[in-house]
């Protein structure tokens, strides 16, 4: 528990939070002292609110032309609205032509998107500004003021403390990572189900994913603008093992029903490796704590131990069970404790780096650096591009204003006495898709009603405005750092600082309570409703695209993996690229599967048969990832003629699917004969070696080392090959019914 507590407080949300509230505690104080005027640093905390939500996970140069931009935004929307809010006829089509404009921004990304709430906030509680202190013009420019002060404080926090956001992020990826090996483990013994952990992994990888191109973004932005320092190096090369992990970890293919049959009457020759990864996995959170300081760093020799359980258990497989049916199991064994020797192997490396770093002359930058970042596109033409119904953006836009609209209309006809926190409600819980607007509709009521049934027992037990005060304060900090990891409780607490906010100004506060709640209620409504009868963006109907893209991934990777197989030598830019995108490609597809396994039965549409392609397609990429891992990290003889027979059938079943899911007619199949005569030819020659091998074993002759990388190169590059190329025609049938 006390563990617990100390990380929070060491936490990059919770630093963000107490900044937040800094930036908006030092105007108002000030604002008072000074100036006898609460109303100027109110505006000025709004204008730090405001900026806040464009203060995310990235270089310092993103974040700064981020907040930047929010201010400028937020600066002429409060502008724009105080004017003409009294106008009731020219405020309805500003209000349209403004909310679906700011939402329409999110085509450029993320960020973008972040900049765009920024802007709706602001365009909401432009319509609460009822000053007497400080004209209209005077409330915007300290808005603006109070960004430039966020900014500010950002810009000199990341300067001051450049190691915490980097930190973070790591740790973040460590736990993930670590957890994500741990349920390889699971689905190595697990016999029965292993679906739910399958979906486990593809929601992790998508986590996974996404924090890769942030601490991408963090370290080579950092490497191209300052140099390249001692720490840049050595987050560089953890950053890179890291990822050696993960990748290792998705290309260990495991055919797990292969491994059930084979090892059905030996399950402890697998137990003892599930023991392994589960150590590996543990390592992991070992070193996550070391980074935090939790922990100090220790060697420790338990993998000697399981490794040499494992060699044991090998040796015992291949003298109690036949050498024709034992050749199988032992070389699949043999590959899968390489694999896991090699995870170690970066285990022991990221401990060596954390240990003698200083000492650590050998790193070297990594090549072409700047390709590696995933650049936003910002050309104007984008916004053309998605001015279309198909652009779920451009749907979400048209939903938010619509329902925004309505949302207006009841507040204004009613005569509610905080009607935009409607507004604010829907514009907080509303996203282009349904399930994570049910999801936020949900966690944003509850949230409110906790922090409303805490306030009201509050106000029973105590009229004290100190307490009111500091509660406030405290609630505003827990709130915001903990909204994007608790949505519900970050919402209660929220609730509990908006409730002693209006208290310290307004006496009657079960009056506040009571409109909050409702106005709530109302809000997470009308986006609820408006999500899925405006315009909605099923999953089940868009889901083709990341099909479709996923798979162009495959063929660029297969295309450069086949190119290495035959130039040999280091791994070309080009390759890292392609393996890059392939992995990013499946991990956006994982997360449109998990967004459509939270829409309503009834819209999920062939979710049975988008199941099977999920897993087919991940399965594809960890097969692609275990044949380039191979190609590239051992020693390969020539690439046999059968290899490229078998890549251009595999390359033709992928354009069939692409062209499948486009619509089209493809006519550039190929005959079945040449693939037929290639799987003779790789299984002659592979029972070939295993009788040359044989008669050596006979002899009493040791393997060489010919004969071994034959073994190896001939099994597993044949047994990649042809489950590739399964799952290639498994690709081309499946696609037909969706």
């Known amino acids: 528990m006390v563990k617990n507590l100390i990380r929070y407080f060491k936490s990059l949300h919770f630093l963000k939070a107490f900044l937040v509230a800094l930036a908006m505690a030092i105007p108002v104080l000030v604002s008072i002292y000074f100036f006898d005027s609460f109303e100027i640093g109110f505006s000025i905390a709004l204008g730090a609110i405001f900026s806040a939500p464009s203060d995310i996970a990235g270089s310092l140069k993103h974040k700064f032309y981020g907040i930047l931009a929010s201010i400028i935004l937020v600066f002429v929307i409060t502008l724009l609205i105080g004017y003409f809010s009294n106008y009731l006829f020219v405020i309805f089509p500003l209000l349209i032509s403004l909310v679906f404009s700011i939402s329409y921004i999110s085509v450029f990304g993320f960020r973008a998107s972040l900049v765009s709430l920024a802007g709706l906030l602001s365009l909401v509680l432009a319509f609460a500004y009822q000053s007497t202190e400080i004209s209209l013009f005077e409330h915007s420019l300290f808005i603006a003021l109070g960004g430039i002060w966020y900014l500010f ?4 926090t990341q300067l001051a403390f450049p190691q915490v956001q980097t930190d973070y992020l790591f740790v973040e990826l460590l736990e993930k990572t670590s957890e994500f090996i741990k349920i390889r483990g699971k689905l190595l013994v697990e016999t029965n189900d292993r679906s739910s952990f399958l979906e486990q992994n593809f929601k992790l990888q998508t986590e996974l994913n996404e924090l890769h191109e942030t601490i991408r973004e963090v370290i080579l932005e950092k490497r191209l603008s300052s140099g390249f320092s001692n720490r840049t190096r050595r987050q560089q090369l953890i950053f890179s ?4 992990i993960y990748e290792l970890a998705i290309s260990n293919t495991v055919d797990y029903e292969k491994i059930d049959i084979l090892f059905k009457d030996h399950p402890e020759k697998i137990d003892e490796f599930k023991v392994l990864i589960f150590e590996i996995s543990k390592r992991l959170n070992h070193i996550s704590k070391v980074i935090l300081k939790e922990e100090k760093l220790i060697f420790n020799n338990k993998f000697k131990v399981i490794l040499k359980k494992i ?3 090998i040796e015992i497989y291949k003298v109690n069970t036949d050498l024709s049916e034992s050749r199988e199991g032992v070389i699949l064994l043999i590959n899968f404790k390489t694999y896991q020797e090699k995870q170690i192997r970066n285990l022991v490396d990221i401990a060596r780096i954390l240990n003698k770093y200083s000492k650590n002359d050998k790193i070297r930058e990594i090549k072409d650096a700047q390709q590696f970042i995933t650049a936003q596109d910002y050309d104007f033409k984008k916004l053309k591009e998605n ?14 204003t619509v329902t925004m609209l309505i949302g207006f209309i009841i507040g204004y006809a009613i005569e509610l006495q905080q009607s935009y926190w409607i507004l604010l409600t829907i514009v907080v819980i509303m996203r282009p898709s349904y399930s994570l607007t049910k999801q936020r509709s949900k966690n944003r009521v509850l949230g409110t009603l906790i922090g409303a049934a805490v306030g009201v027992g509050i106000v029973f037990l105590t009229q004290n405005p100190i307490i009111y005060g500091l509660i406030a304060a405290l609630s505003l900090v827990i ?3 903990l909204v994007k990891q608790n949505y519900r409780n970050g919402a209660a607490f929220i609730t509990l600082y908006v409730i002693f906010m209006y208290a310290l100004i307004h006496p009657d506060i079960l009056t506040v309570i009571e409109f909050r709640v409702f106005d709530t209620l109302i809000g997470a ?6 999500n899925y009868f405006f315009w909605p963006a099923w999953e089940s109907k868009n889901i083709k695209e990341f099909f479709i893209h996923s798979i162009e991934g495959f063929l660029e990777f297969l295309k450069q993996i086949d190119l290495l197989y035959h130039q040999k030598g280091e791994a070309s830019t080009e390759l890292k690229l392609a393996r890059k995108e392939a992995f990013l490609q499946v991990g956006n597809l994982n997360a449109a599967y998990q967004r459509l396994a939270q829409e309503p039965k009834s819209k999920q549409e062939n979710i049975g048969i988008i199941y099977e392609l999920i897993t087919i397609c991940n399965t594809y990429l960890s097969s692609l990832s275990s044949l380039g891992m191979f190609i590239r990290t051992n020693e390969t003889g020539n690439v046999p003629d059968e290899f490229e027979v078998f890549v251009k059938h595999i390359v033709s079943n992928l354009e069939k699917t692409i062209a499948t899911l486009n619509n089209k007619d493809f006519k550039n199949g190929l005959a079945n004969e040449s693939l037929e005569i290639a799987t003779k030819n790789y299984e002659e020659y592979f029972h070939k070696i295993s009788k040359q091998r044989a008669k050596e074993i006979e ?8 004969m071994r990388v034959q073994l190896r190169e001939t099994q597993l590059v044949f047994e990649q090959v042809r489950w590739l190329h399964n799952l290639s025609v498994n690709l081309v049938k499946k696609v037909k019914n969706i």
């Open 699 to 706: 002899n009493g002759l040791p393997v060489t080392n010919d």
């Open 153 to 156: 404080l950002t810009i000199l």
């Open 479 to 481: 709130g915001f750092s």
């Open 311 to 313: 060699q044991n258990h």
């Open 525 to 530: 409504a009308l986006a609820y409703i408006g």
């Open 387 to 400: 001015f279309s119904l198909k652009s779920p953006i451009f749907r979400h836009s048209l939903r938010l």
């Open 241 to 244: 093992k890291i990822m050696e």
